[in-house]
């Protein structure tokens, strides 16, 4: 009974005691106001990013981790830029640089602000890059592959929408290919973009849909045209045997 007592009370909001406990407690504090944004034209290098000096001892090792800073800087700025203006861009880029790559060998930093420049001002696919156009798109559905559904997702690293096109690239920090011929770029990497094209084709009927990879160590834009896409989308429901090698991914 004296249970049932104590369990009544609680319900009732546990009576005058908690009522003036609660009046005693400190009102909670402000959130401080938020930092305001940075400016358009400033690009900030991402937390993990980190660059090591030259050392006798480390050539061989500094010069791996070079080529993949390179990579990340400019992915990072494939990514910033085309929300920067124009005339804007270059100042931009070699100040991001100046922070980032400080310790890179002379030259360096311009050098891979010319390399951005020249994808960025590719015509072929200038609509990628223009304002309007979105980086970081996620993308999740069900694609047909030998007659069964598959699940897919993933994220396009930049995509645009046009009257005639949909623009969709992938950047790539790893190793070039040899050649721009699509049997000669790693399978798994045009298989990815045929796979997004397939989730893309449905939501945007009668445009075409047109796909590129850009390996970021040179940099190199390489076009994926349609006969392509379809090739590594149907090779995808082969038997293991008949695929080709795709440990190069």
């Known amino acids: 009974e004296g249970l049932d007592r104590r369990r009544h009370h609680a319900a009732e909001g546990g009576g005058e005691e908690d009522r003036e406990a609660a009046e005693d407690r400190p009102a909670p504090a402000e959130a401080a106001p938020a930092e305001p944004a940075p400016p358009a034209a400033a690009i900030e290098p991402e937390a993990d990013a980190g660059f090591f000096a030259g050392s006798p001892v480390l050539d061989a090792e500094t010069a791996s981790s070079l080529a993949l800073e390179r990579g990340t800087a400019l992915h990072r700025l494939l990514q910033m830029l085309p929300e920067v203006s124009t005339e804007r861009r270059e100042e931009a880029a070699l100040a991001y640089l100046a922070r980032t790559g400080a310790g890179w060998p002379e030259g360096e930093r311009e050098a891979l602000w010319r390399s951005v420049a020249r994808v960025l001002g590719d015509p072929a696919f200038g609509a990628l890059f223009a304002p309007g156009s979105r980086a970081e798109v996620a993308v999740m559905g069900t694609v047909e592959v030998a007659g069964l559904p598959r699940a897919v997702s993933g994220k396009i690293d930049r995509l645009a929408v046009t009257d005639e096109a949909v623009l ?20 798994a990497h045009v298989a990815q973009m045929a796979l997004y094209g397939a989730l893309l084709r449905p939501l945007y009927p009668g445009r075409e849909i047109r796909a590129a990879l850009v390996y970021t160590e040179v940099p190199l834009l390489v076009p994926l045209d349609g006969a392509a896409l379809a090739a590594a989308l149907a090779s995808l429901g082969l038997p293991d045997s008949r695929r080709r090698d795709r440990t190069d991914a």
Do not use: E, N, Y
């Not at 721009?180 to 399978?187: G, S």
């Open 168 to 187: 969709i690239v992938d950047f790539k920090t790893g190793r070039a290919p040899r050649s721009i011929a699509a049997d000669a770029l790693p399978p």
